[in-house]
């Protein structure tokens, strides 16, 4: 059974940082990309970054370009996501989701999904 925890959401003042965190079991994931994807208030689900372990291909969207890093640590399993010069427009609950075979910026694409974790930043 494949399962996914994030972690590390809370509530931060805008300029702030946060470090989430997403740990998985039954799977490795230098066999599959994952992704961090959230949505916000009012809006829709969007991918933010996305990671494929196995060759350290990474992408964002335009949004979080220069503030966010996704990096992984496949001996623990577990995906992070670096989130700098938070904005309140980044204000949304962040889930963490598998893809395959390939890193893809398309939310319908990803499989399996954690439960999410609220990040809050204010202004």
């Known amino acids: 059974e494949v399962k996914l925890v994030e972690s590390g959401g809370g509530l931060v003042q805008a300029g702030r940082s946060l470090r989430l965190s997403c740990g998985a079991s039954?799977?490795?994931?230098?066999?599959?990309?994952i992704g961090w994807l959230r949505q916000g208030p009012g809006k829709e689900r969007e991918v933010v970054s996305c990671?494929?372990?196995?060759?350290?291909?990474?992408a964002y969207s335009d949004s979080v370009k220069g503030r966010f890093t996704i990096s992984s640590d496949s001996a623990k399993n577990t995906v992070y996501l670096q989130m700098n010069s938070l904005k309140p427009e980044d204000t949304g609950v962040y889930y963490c989701a598998t893809d395959y075979p390939f890193c893809s910026m398309r939310v319908l694409n990803y499989q399996h999904w954690g439960k999410g974790t609220r990040v809050t930043v204010s202004s």
């Open positions: 990671i494929m372990s196995s060759d350290g291909f990474t």
């Open positions: 039954g799977l490795s994931f230098d066999d599959y990309a």
